[in-house]
């Protein structure tokens, strides 16, 4: 045992059972650390301290699995509680740098990537507010590999950020090109850049990543009350977007009311809601599985017959103490923006009613999510000054506004500097919609 006396590092099984001993701990219970790095100064300060000081062997860069002659990869996670008293990721799992002048030769079944998440050891913790991180709860250690339904999306994934760098377009890669693997950008100082091989463009250094969406299903054992969009024999092998294409186009036409009817669906507030639940062969009562793996959350935006929507894209109302305390990285806000979203498009007709036109699925670019953290800071300043009742305009910010979103003016909640004032919530600008549906749709 080269190691560890306590675990053979050859023998998955040892070191899984060694691992196993860690849940319901701490390390400083389980260890003989006595301070840990800042996590806000080095990401991955806990994932480190297990590496040396439970498992005693030094953290390092090196590209082959943690426990090579295991072929065992140990990734540490936080979690963090909801305020219903689930547990979700609190952020996306890092599995290893792109290296954009190899990855273009590479196919993704025998990809760098693969190789690394082939077996991970994964070891989640709870992440608590102002806790010491040696006193974080270890509440899962457990190995998990890819299940083989979730491999064709993350292959189409995995093909569309490297089909980017084969067309000498690395620069130009976001996380919202993907749903379940993403290619994150990893770099403390936002001007380092690493060359292409087919352009003379530079581009961020990016690493491959689970987005948190899906690790929350993955720790959580994905969801008991989620049922899978049902596939024919001919769907094994496609991707997430175009099997919910697939089931909607049948239905492109039909009026809200046409559909409420063929569907069985009643009158209510929520109608359109429970029409594309049934579209997608999921009971009402039921979350999508594949909707809970990727983060995405469907959304009835109705477009007048110009094409913009009726009404701008809200969110909930905000805490005016939590804005006041959290960056923005750290709040709802940003949470929010880093959902991937089913826009089920209605469109106007000549008559005025709204017809199912089409779908397509949004998510923020990098791009825009640097022009909605300046309108959230902007309104976090406010705050800060004692000026909680002045929201940020939608001609202050292209994507971005703020405005109020409570029943009427008497609908209030407490700030940190005055009086009560009223509820308020960001919104998505309806002309910034529309422009990213078109572009969505490719018009």
């Not at 650390?33 to 030094?58: C, I, M, Q, T, W």
């Not at 102002?130 to 491999?151: G, M």
């Not at 239905?251 to 109608?271: H, I, Q």
Request: aromatic share 10%.
């Amino acid at each position: 045992m080269a190691r560890h006396e306590e675990y053979d590092e050859k023998d998955v099984h040892s070191i899984v059972e060694y691992a196993h001993k860690l849940v319901g701990h701490s390390l400083r219970e389980k260890t003989n650390a006595s301070k840990l790095d800042d996590p806000h100064r080095r990401k991955g300060a806990f994932g480190n301290a297990v590496e040396e000081y439970y498992f005693h062997y030094a953290p390092n860069s090196d590209s082959a699995p943690d426990f090579s002659e295991a072929g065992l990869e140990l990734k540490c996670t936080p979690l963090k509680r909801t305020t219903k008293g689930g547990l979700v990721a609190k952020e996306r799992l890092v599995l290893s740098m792109i290296d954009y002048m190899s990855v273009v030769n590479e196919t993704f079944e025998t990809s760098h990537l693969m190789e690394k998440i082939d077996n991970i050891l994964l070891i989640s913790y709870l992440w608590e507010k102002d806790v010491d991180l040696l006193d974080y709860k270890v509440v899962l250690a457990d190995v998990w590999s890819i299940p083989p339904e979730d491999v064709p999306q993350i292959k189409a994934d995995w093909e569309t950020v490297v089909n980017k760098v084969r067309s000498g377009h690395a620069e130009d890669i976001s996380g919202s090109d993907t749903v379940y693997l993403e290619a994150c950008t990893k770099s403390a100082n936002s001007k380092v850049r690493r060359s292409q091989p087919f352009s003379s463009a530079c581009a961020k250094p990016r690493a491959w990543a689970f987005k948190a969406s899906y690790m929350t299903s993955v720790q959580n054992h994905l969801l008991e009350n989620a049922k899978a969009i049902g596939r024919s024999a001919d769907e094994g092998s496609i991707g997430l977007l175009e099997l919910v294409r697939r089931r909607f186009e049948p239905f492109f036409g039909l009026t809200e009311a046409e559909l409420a009817k063929k569907m069985g669906v009643s009158c209510s507030k929520d109608r359109c809601a429970r029409i594309t639940k049934r579209i997608l062969g999921i009971g009402e009562n039921e979350q999508i599985a594949e909707f809970v793996k990727a983060g995405i959350e469907p959304k009835t935006i109705r477009l007048k017959k110009n094409g913009k929507p009726k009404e701008p894209l809200s969110f909930r109302a905000f805490n005016y103490y939590d804005l006041e305390e959290r960056e923005f990285e750290d709040s709802d806000f940003y949470s929010y923006l880093q959902n991937m979203y089913l826009f089920v498009l209605y469109r106007e007709d000549q008559d005025g009613a709204y017809r199912l036109s089409d779908i397509c699925f949004w998510q923020m670019s990098d791009d825009d999510l640097d022009e909605a953290k300046a309108c959230y800071d902007q309104m976090r300043e406010n705050v800060r000054e004692g000026l909680a009742i002045v929201s940020v305009r939608s001609t202050e910010n292209r994507c971005c506004f703020v405005k109020t979103h409570g029943r009427d003016s008497k609908d209030t909640c407490p700030q940190p500097h005055g009086k009560p004032v009223p509820k308020k919530s960001f919104w998505l600008n309806a002309n910034y919609i529309a422009d990213e549906i078109a572009k969505a749709l490719g018009r």
